[in-house]
């Protein structure tokens, strides 16, 4: 079974593939997993899928957060790897944002360099803070939040 960094790494793949094919995203994605000796899973399915789906409004996020960039001259695997983690930021309630983000910039070690890492992270802490902000976001509380109770403390010969 395939854990979810792989499956965002297949995604990732399949949406960089994608950029310069134009085609069809389903046999975009049959084919890139044949070529890695993969299978898709229902996680990279739907992520890829709905990656397309909000596209537009993904890539208008990340045009709005770019400080002396064109966003023709960000670099594609960069453009693809925020678009996708956006989604999931935005559309998979279940999933914490800490978690995307760093499953993003794992992916990134993988396939980029450090510029690439540090870039990656500015543009989507920028797009997190302003939806935090905005409050449009529907997460769930972070488990931090929910081990963050006070612990009591027992002095000498309490319970």
């Known amino acids: 079974m ?4 792989l499956a965002r790494r297949i995604a990732v793949q399949i949406l960089f593939a994608n950029e310069f094919l134009k085609e069809d995203i389903a046999s975009v994605a049959e084919r890139v997993a044949e070529s890695l000796d993969e299978v898709l899973t229902p996680f990279s399915i739907e992520l890829v ?15 709005k957060h770019l400080r002396n960039w064109d966003y023709k001259r ?20 279940d999933i914490p944002v800490e978690v995307t983000i760093n499953e993003a910039l794992e992916i990134s070690k993988d396939f980029s ?47």
């Open 2 to 5: 395939l854990t979810r960094r």
């Open 49 to 63: 899928k709905r990656t397309c789906e909000f596209e537009p409004e993904l890539n208008e996020l990340i045009r």
């Open 74 to 93: 960000v670099a594609v695997l960069d453009r693809v790897l925020i678009r996708m983690a956006l989604c999931e930021i935005i559309h998979f309630h």
């Open 113 to 159: 360099n450090l510029k690439s890492r540090r870039f990656v992270n500015g543009i989507l802490d920028s797009i997190y803070k302003e939806l935090i902000t905005a409050n449009k976001l529907s997460k769930k509380k972070p488990i931090s939040f929910a081990l963050n109770r006070k612990k009591k403390t027992h002095t000498k010969g309490s319970p």
